[in-house]
């Protein structure tokens, strides 16, 4: 009988342990024999070499976030900054993947960096977004997993806590991950958009010190200027708003191009502060808004709104040549203090669109 009853309570453990596999099994398969892809970061405004439809089952993209403490120039009169980046860039990478493939992160804080940094990406889900899990203390690295369950374009930042973390994002340390469905881009009547090219913009409020004379501060250390920095992020009124990590960084030389006919996409973050995006001389074709590709896009808009804390993305079809403004319609903000980018567009004028039947001259009859 004794006998009988421990076989019974053995059997009892057995199914349980069986039942509990399965359970495991069904809701949690395993990500570790998917294929792992490597993807190579670039610098903003490019974006990675991506396919816009996944091309089979989901899979594990391997990226490398390296952090930088970086002395930078946000302007030309002086105002600098000890910017905060992943890989060295204000903003850091756009990552590109698709809807249930998984990020495989390895965040690195080299031993010559002097703060403790982590990352919370808003397309991850539990434990802060990952920061929870990612604090690294310079010299050391974290590799973190985790599944893209949900498409849209997302704003990544560090978040180190307390008021580091306004300091750290305030500094330069955010970025974008853009995960595209896993057959690609809708329309708003559903139909298949492919884009021609795409770029990232960050747009980015820095707050910077001055002396007594009003001539920017330096610092030995990134630390050292954050008091005078916090009193500055109190007035909530940034001293530059840029685009890209410095005034000018998309304008001249540096404006991003295309052509006419061209169906380019365009992503646009801001990890703290409300913005308001406007192109010049065209429409947003399709904008979706708060960043999600779930829901249908808004279509012409004339201004579209990025909320601090979000990304999201607008895909125009150029129907004109010529140089077009890109900016954040707070003009003050896009004139005095840096959110504006250019767009220079080379193709044949289309008449019928726009035609100067008089040029400027003598006030007469017409
Ligand atoms: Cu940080």
Not at 95 to 113: F, K, R, S
Not at 151 to 176: D, K, W
Request: aromatic fraction near 8%; proline fraction near 6%; charged fraction near 20%.
């Amino acid at each position: 009988m004794k006998q009988m009853r421990m076989l019974a309570s053995l059997f009892g453990v057995a199914l349980v342990i069986l039942y509990s596999a399965v359970a495991l099994s069904a809701e949690q398969p395993s990500a570790d024999s998917l294929e792992r892809v490597k993807e190579k970061l670039v610098a903003p405004p490019a974006v990675p070499v991506h396919t816009q439809e996944a091309k089979g089952p989901p899979v594990i993209v391997r990226i490398r976030l390296v952090v930088e403490e970086k002395r930078m120039q946000v302007s030309s009169d002086g105002a600098n900054i000890w910017a905060l980046t992943f890989n060295g860039t204000v903003p850091g990478p756009l990552i590109v993947a698709h809807q249930n493939d998984y990020v495989e992160l390895t965040l690195v804080n080299p031993g010559t960096n002097t703060l403790v940094h982590n990352i919370d990406f808003h397309a991850a889900t539990g434990a802060l977004g990952g920061g929870a899990m990612t604090h690294v203390a310079p010299g050391q690295e974290v590799v973190l997993r985790f599944k893209l369950i949900k498409s849209g374009v997302f704003v990544y930042h560090c978040e180190p806590g307390g008021v580091m973390t306004p300091l750290h994002v305030a500094s330069g340390m955010n970025g974008a991950i853009m995960v595209l469905p896993r057959d690609g881009l809708r329309d708003a009547q559903g139909k298949k958009i492919h884009y021609d090219r795409a770029f990232y913009i960050g747009e980015q409020d820095f707050y910077l010190p001055k002396d007594e004379k009003g001539a920017y501060n330096s610092y030995v250390t990134p630390a050292a200027g954050f008091g005078n920095m916090m009193e500055v992020m109190k007035t909530l009124t940034p001293t530059f708003e840029v685009f890209n990590g410095s005034v000018g960084a998309l304008t001249g030389e540096h404006a991003l191009k295309a052509r006419v006919g061209e169906k380019v996409l365009f992503i646009h973050s801001q990890a703290n502060r409300d913005t308001r995006i406007h192109l010049i001389g065209g429409q947003g074709d399709l904008v979706w808004r708060g960043g999600s590709f779930a829901d249908p896009p808004a279509t012409n808009l004339e201004t579209w709104a990025v909320p601090g804390g979000s990304a999201i993305a607008m895909l125009y079809e150029f129907r004109q040549p010529g140089t077009y403004m890109y900016l954040n319609h707070n003009l003050i903000e896009a004139m005095l203090l840096g959110a504006a980018a250019e767009v220079e567009v080379e193709g044949a004028w289309n008449e019928d669109i726009m035609k100067q039947i008089k040029k400027p001259g003598p006030i007469g009859e017409h």
